[in-house]
């Protein structure tokens, strides 16, 4: 497993998105670990996985490629990092999959506003159109209110739109727990 520790000779700045200069603190990785699928769909090593992020947000264009922004995995270094009470690390790995989905198997938007996995679209624009926009608002209310109990309701009405993709179902309709951050719910509110 890769240790690392903040160092500050890889330190600078970067800007993600084009917006102003953010200081980065570089992490020494004395080895280069990398997941399976897997491994990350089954770790309890909320410190490995976040580990994993980090070394992709390294590898992509730090120009900001949601949801594995440099930015984001060093919020997410910091608090796995910081000693606070909190639950146990299976609970803590959950809700690092929760907010990152699976990295393995990411979602892409187009430019019509399709979601894409792959070459199959997983959620289409007219299913985020269908009933004057339902789904857009259910996963909105859901956030904003933090009604994450709802998300069984947000899938039904994705399902009744016309999306059959079994990961997205899967989580929204899983125990979660769910958060702000959600991948879900930003990738249909266009947060990703």
Known sequence: MARMRPISSRGGTVRINGGEPIPVIGWD???????????????????????YLRLLASDRDLSGTPPYT??????MMAFAATPIER???????VFIRDIFGNPFRSFVVDGMGNIWRGEHVAIGKDALAWNDGLVRKIAQTIYDEQRFEDMPILCDALEEAGCSNADILTHGRGP????????LLDLLLGKH
């Open 29 to 51: 990785v004395t080895e280069d670990r990398r997941m399976t699928e897997q491994e990350w769909l089954t770790s309890d090593d909320p410190q490995a996985m976040l580990e």
């Open 70 to 75: 440099l930015s984001a995995t060093d919020h």
């Open 87 to 93: 639950p146990d690390k299976a609970s803590t790995a």
């Open 176 to 183: 979660g727990p769910h958060a702000r951050g959600c991948w």
